[in-house]
């Protein structure tokens, strides 16, 4: 069952807009968590990681103290919460585990523009 991302949009730069990832068909409280982009002509780079029960995070240098990660393990989701938007973060956003053992969503698109 594939991983399903929503949220995302066009946004001005300094905006927010935060991220949802259901994640159905695993037993999805047993794995770390991730959140990847990739820009059009980049290579896909891992944004935010959070720890099965959400007690530790980790973040890209790039994003830190903007983006934060959470997640629900009631609802099998997880969140990326992202503030302070810049245009270099526009890009199409996925989850995966952390490892990524799971097929990828489609993503979801993010464009910062003014």
């Known amino acids: 069952v594939q991983l399903v991302e929503s949220g995302g949009g066009l946004v001005q730069p300094g905006g927010s807009l935060r991220l949802s990832c259901a994640a159905p068909?695993?037993?999805?409280?047993?794995?770390?968590m991730s959140w990847y982009r990739q820009a059009p002509g980049k290579e896909r780079e891992l944004v935010a990681v959070i720890g099965s029960a959400g007690g530790s995070t980790n973040y890209a240098d790039s994003v830190k103290g903007r983006f934060t990660i959470s997640r629900d393990n009631t609802k099998n989701t997880v969140y990326l919460q992202m503030n302070s938007l810049k245009p270099e973060d526009t890009a199409v956003y996925y989850c995966?585990?952390?490892?990524?053992?799971?097929?990828w969503g489609q993503g979801t698109q993010v464009t910062v523009s003014s």
């Open positions: 068909g695993f037993t999805f409280s047993s794995y770390f």
């Open positions: 995966n585990t952390y490892p990524s053992r799971r097929a």
